[in-house]
């Protein structure tokens, strides 16, 4: 089934997208900051699926270890198949008010990161004649929640724009744009969540399959389940200065540190 590389593997997303395409029968290249998680994620995976997994311990933040994962995508002799561009984090405080080294740090991990993987993967891929980058954006994009909006908004309309860049190349590009998800995300940005319903909270399984449908169809955006669909929908539509007060209502209640 070919090779996969998964960025931000360790937790949340990263490792369900790891398990489930392990379970698919995917060669593992694992990349995360943490590498004692990645070491046992490495185990499980072998254990339970018998494939091959490596460990890439990186921190997305510095350009030098950035770097590193870049030349594993553009290794001509172990090529990967699907990258996965899911690291990232939550942003709780305002931008006027917060540090801008954090702002710069999110930056160079979901912005500047992608770009760099993206390149190194879509060079290599358009080269073979085929491959997959699945960009893992956010329901953000479409609203207006402070940076991580626009960091995401980048992250949707580059993926579609490498799409249209290598249509009959073989070389598909997705973003995945799921709301709200169960995972640890939200608690390590300390975000108070609970006022949150129900219906609007995701399971990563859930997600990672509708995302791996829409890179199999070679969809350039995937908006996972019914309800979020909905919302997208509404929000292409209704007066940009509805969706900012709604959007300034959710951020502010998400800031309040979490209990």
């Keep these: 089934m070919g090779t996969a590389l998964v960025t931000g593997a360790s937790a949340g997303l990263g490792r369900a997208f790891a398990t489930e395409l392990a379970s698919r029968g995917h060669d593992l290249v694992l990349v995360a900051r943490n590498r004692s998680r990645l070491e046992e994620l490495s185990t499980e995976l072998q254990r339970e699926y018998a494939v091959t997994t490596e460990i890439l311990t990186a921190d997305l933040a510095d350009r030098d270890q950035t770097e590193r994962v870049a030349e594993r995508l553009r290794d001509l002799e172990r090529p990967v198949d699907l990258l996965v561009n899911n690291a990232g984090f939550g942003l709780r405080r305002s931008f006027s008010k917060g540090n801008l080294a954090d702002e710069e740090h999110a930056l160079a991990v979901m912005v500047r990161a992608v770009l760099v993987l993206s390149h190194a993967a879509s060079g290599t891929m358009r080269a073979r004649g085929r491959g997959a980058i699945l960009n893992v ?123």
Aim: aromatic letters at 6%; a positive charge.
């Design 137 to 259: 954006s956010s329901m953000a994009s479409f609203a207006v929640m402070g940076t991580y909006s626009a960091i995401k908004s980048w992250v949707t309309v580059f993926s579609e724009a490498l799409s249209v860049e290598l249509a009959g190349t073989g070389v598909t590009v997705t973003a995945v744009c799921p709301g709200f998800v169960r995972t640890e995300f939200h608690d390590r940005a300390r975000m108070n969540m609970s006022a949150l319903p129900d219906q609007l909270w995701l399971e990563t399984d859930q997600v990672v399959l509708e995302a791996l449908r829409a890179v199999d169809a070679g969809a350039a955006v995937a908006v996972p389940s019914a309800t979020y669909k909905a919302v997208a929908a509404a929000l292409r539509v209704v007066p940009r200065g509805l969706t900012r007060r709604v959007s300034t209502q959710l951020a502010q209640r998400r800031r309040t540190t979490a209990p």
